[in-house]
């Protein structure tokens, strides 16, 4: 509720990106605290002998996505502890700065990774199409969310080697 008890208060209206700041302050405790993934590899071959409409992905747990409005993957990653520092960068709000005189949306998938938890950005597509599969769809729907301009093999190689898929399996049909 704070997100909305933010976004909802006039004394912060001149910034209007903390409510999803917020929002993601929060994705990221709650992926911190999920539950371990396997360590394994999933088979992929249900991909070749199932049809799409059938096929649901599982990912991590504490996988979420955040589409926003507001650079909020910057402006995260600019408070996080030694951020510019370690790369000797001197003014580790820069990037922050800048995406906000830009006017740029970010997109965020977060994510634990062993002990640590990644905020990664990702485009609008794979937004669309992760925040699908997190919410049940089978792959053909995730896909249609997804849009055209997805490029689901693109977004297959990196959610392996970042090991985002527990498991594919066909649907339980109800």
Do not use: C, K, N
Request: avoid cysteine.
């Amino acid at each position: 509720s704070l997100p909305i008890l933010i976004a909802d208060s006039e004394s912060l209206a001149s910034e209007p990106y903390l409510a999803d700041s917020a929002r993601l302050d929060w994705l990221v405790h709650v992926a911190s605290r999920a539950a371990d993934a396997p360590h394994t590899q999933p088979a992929l071959d249900e991909l070749a002998t199932q049809a799409p409409d059938v096929l649901h992905m599982q990912l991590r747990p504490g996988t979420a996505v955040l589409a926003s409005e507001w650079p909020v993957r910057s402006i995260w990653l600019a408070h996080q502890p030694l951020a510019g520092e370690a790369s000797g960068e001197g003014d580790r709000f820069a990037a922050a700065r800048s995406a906000l005189a830009d006017g740029r949306r970010e997109h965020a998938l977060v994510w634990r990774d062993a002990y640590e938890v990644r905020v990664d950005a990702i485009d609008e597509g794979s937004a669309a199409f992760t925040s699908s599969v997190l919410g049940g769809a089978s792959l053909a729907a995730a896909l249609d969310t997804a849009g055209d301009g997805f490029a689901f093999d693109q977004w297959l190689v990196r959610a392996l080697e970042q090991r985002w898929i527990v498991a594919l399996q066909p649907m339980e049909i109800r």
